[in-house]
């Protein structure tokens, strides 16, 4: 599947959709793809604070349990609650529904450090 | 690093979109379609597996007998030619070698199936041991290939390729047969829970054999399963995997697999430490546990109740036949009375469980 242009990555190979001051944060289908069945998603509580790089949320495949790195840092103020009964729209649509949670930033110069799509395609192609 | 060892059906597995993963020194298939969808079908059709690193020793000789008998705590003297024994195999102090299965070729002929990892220290085992025996031992691991078909259309599927009659050939006993042409040894066994039979044969004819399974099977809904549905197909079954749920720290009794340690035998190594495990009362016990609260154990989470650790989770998973997180741990022997809650330490966080009988999962009786 296509990496979305519109959209920033990292190299944990989470995604970012930022409208305004907010970021709609998720993990890329190639991270969906290595995890294989998504069955549980741990999510952090609205309203608690993170920093940039800090683990908010854990996602649990059949075999292993990955970490959600936060790729900016702020205040959540929203997770997607369809995944406590649907863990597995992290695989069907890891882009879209699979969304994990909204942070209000605290600081947008967190975005500089982000990946364009372009680097985050030259990185994917790099670890395979 | 030695690098890792391939079974003579990699290219087979490569070739069907496999996830290679490294297991016990072996680069294995974790997957194919996906652990869930391989589970399932396993559970209502059928699931081909590639076993074939599990380790293989023929045992042969005027005192093959007394070799292994003395090495495993089931009762060799229990089962007749053409048939199968599960059994562990322990240290003098009642810790656990490995668990094994014993086929009976002959009187004085056994073969001996152990898990890859311990393939080495096994044979090793056997070898220290056979010191003043007459008795050949061979390691034909790598002469030899395992494959596994296992759900409810299994023996459907396999009798295509055989002239034997899968029929008659009952739970835990084996025939020889021809498959494809091949010589085999076709065993009704298996780690799953469901039917089906594991198949041992010379690894020249691996791909045809594999090829040709999934060709004549795919009707009936035959596909490949690599080791992720493996390990929560066994676990669903409450079958025990060596280094969880029974290690060299962990004894047979305590695993729970006391049906399979004869103490009213003469002799086998590991009696006298085992006979003072069940006469002095087990302090702990592996037992099953399913999540109240929401969270997935995995091997090694500490088990806690009241904040005290009274044990660890030796295997857990989202059981896919059941929709719940299960889990086997081994607790203080005062916390294993069903209904018994607890918590699981994932992550920091006590999240609670309750033990609940085992096996988790039943196959479905047919007629």
Redesign the interface.
């Known amino acids: 599947m296509e990496n979305p242009k519109d959209l920033k990555y990292t190299k944990d190979h989470e995604w970012v959709r930022v409208e305004g001051t907010k970021a709609v944060i998720g993990v890329t289908d190639t991270a969906q793809s290595l995890m294989?069945?998504v069955?549980?998603v741990?999510l952090p509580e609205p309203g608690s604070e993170y920093g940039a790089g800090d683990a908010a949320a854990?996602i649990?495949?059949?075999?292993a349990?990955s970490e959600v790195f936060m790729p900016v840092g702020g205040k959540i103020i929203e997770v997607n609650m369809e995944l406590?009964d649907s863990p597995d729209l992290i695989n069907k649509d890891a882009f879209g529904e699979g969304w994990i949670l909204v942070v209000e930033m605290s600081d947008p110069g967190d975005l500089d450090n982000l990946l364009s799509v372009e680097e985050y395609g030259k990185l994917i192609a790099e670890g395979e | 690093m030695t690098s890792l060892k391939r079974t003579p059906l990699y290219e087979a597995h490569v070739k069907a979109g496999a996830?290679i993963v490294e297991f016990g020194g072996w680069e294995m298939p974790?997957?194919y379609a996906?652990?869930?969808?391989e589970h399932k079908t396993c559970r209502t059709m059928a699931g081909l597996f590639d076993v074939s690193h599990m380790g293989e020793i023929d045992v042969k000789g005027p005192d093959a007998f007394k070799l292994v008998n003395r090495l495993i705590t089931n009762d060799l003297a229990k089962i007749q030619i053409k048939q199968i024994l599960y059994s562990p195999m322990c240290y003098e102090n009642g810790g656990v070698v490995d668990d094994l299965l014993v086929y009976k070729m002959a009187d004085d002929h056994y073969y001996i199936v152990v898990n890859a990892s311990n393939t080495d220290k096994d044979y090793a085992w056997f070898v220290e041991n056979a010191k003043n025996l007459d008795v050949k031992l061979e390691n034909i691991s790598a002469k030899t290939v395992q494959i596994a078909i296992q759900g409810p259309k299994a023996e459907g599927i396999l009798q295509q390729l055989t002239e034997c009659d899968l029929s008659k050939i009952k739970y835990y006993w084996f025939d020889y047969g021809k498959l494809g042409g091949v010589d085999s040894i076709i065993s009704r066994t298996g780690y799953t829970g469901e039917d089906g039979f594991e198949i041992y044969f010379s690894p020249e004819a691996a791909i045809r054999i594999w090829d040709k399974l999934i060709d004549i099977g795919r009707e009936a809904g035959l596909a490949p399963v690599g080791l992720?549905a493996r390990d929560?197909l066994r676990l669903e079954a409450r079958l025990p995997l060596y280094g969880h749920e029974m290690s060299s720290e962990i004894s047979p009794l305590e695993a729970g697999l006391g049906i399979f340690v004869k103490l009213g035998k003469e002799y086998f190594i590991g009696k006298d430490a085992l006979v003072k495990q069940e006469q002095e009362g087990l302090s702990r016990k592996v037992i099953g546990f399913e999540m109240v609260g929401?969270?997935?154990p995995?091997s090694e989470y500490p088990i806690i109740k009241n904040g005290v650790k009274i044990g660890w989770v030796t295997s857990g998973?989202?059981a896919?036949s059941l929709n719940k997180?299960i889990g086997l741990g081994i607790v203080k022997a005062e916390y294993t009375a069903l209904d018994t809650e607890f918590e699981i330490d994932i992550?920091g966080k006590g999240v609670t469980a309750k033990v609940i009988k085992t096996p988790f999962y039943y196959k479905k009786e047919e007629k």
Not at chain 2, 34 to 37: A, D, T
Request: hydrophobic share 25%.
């Open positions: 294989g069945d069955v549980f741990e854990n649990e495949s059949v075999k349990v406590e | 996830k974790i997957q996906g652990i869930i969808e992720g929560t929401r969270g997935i995995r998973s989202y896919p997180n992550r």
